[in-house]
């Protein structure tokens, strides 16, 4: 059975930093590629960071480009969300995910398997 797990999440001041995790287990967890996405109250799940496994590639999406880094430690099957200077519009609910498949790992629906998410508010 595959699971991700989240954790890290919490409240932040603007400007400050927070790590999410993510552990994986029930698969081959360097063989997959893996996203994080998030949803802020009201609005649809949005893509933030994915790395692919095959080729190293980092994809970010524009509003977090210099402020998030997304890596991975195959030792701990962990993928992890470093966020620095957050913002208050970086407030949402962090989802994690797994593709097998590399294809456009902007997309929710290339990804197979889902965190249960993990909330991270950043207060003005």
């Known amino acids: 059975q595959v699971r991700l797990v989240e954790s890290g999440g919490g409240w932040v001041q603007a400007g400050g930093s927070l790590r999410v995790s993510c552990a994986a287990s029930g698969l081959t967890f360097s063989s997959y590629h893996m996203g994080w996405f998030r949803q802020a109250p009201g609005k649809e799940r949005e893509f933030v960071a994915a790395?692919?496994?095959?080729?190293?590639?980092?994809y970010y999406r524009d509003s977090v480009k210099g402020r998030f880094t997304i890596s991975t430690d195959n030792a701990k099957n962990t993928v992890y969300l470093q966020m620095n200077n957050l913002k208050p519009e970086d407030t949402a609910v962090y989802y994690c995910?797994?593709?097998?498949?590399?294809?456009?790992?902007?997309?929710?629906?290339?990804?197979?398997?889902w965190g249960q998410g993990t909330q991270v508010t950043v207060s003005s």
């Open positions: 995910a797994a593709a097998i498949r590399g294809v456009t790992v902007t997309r929710e629906g290339s990804y197979d398997y």
């Open positions: 790395i692919m496994r095959n080729t190293g590639n980092r």
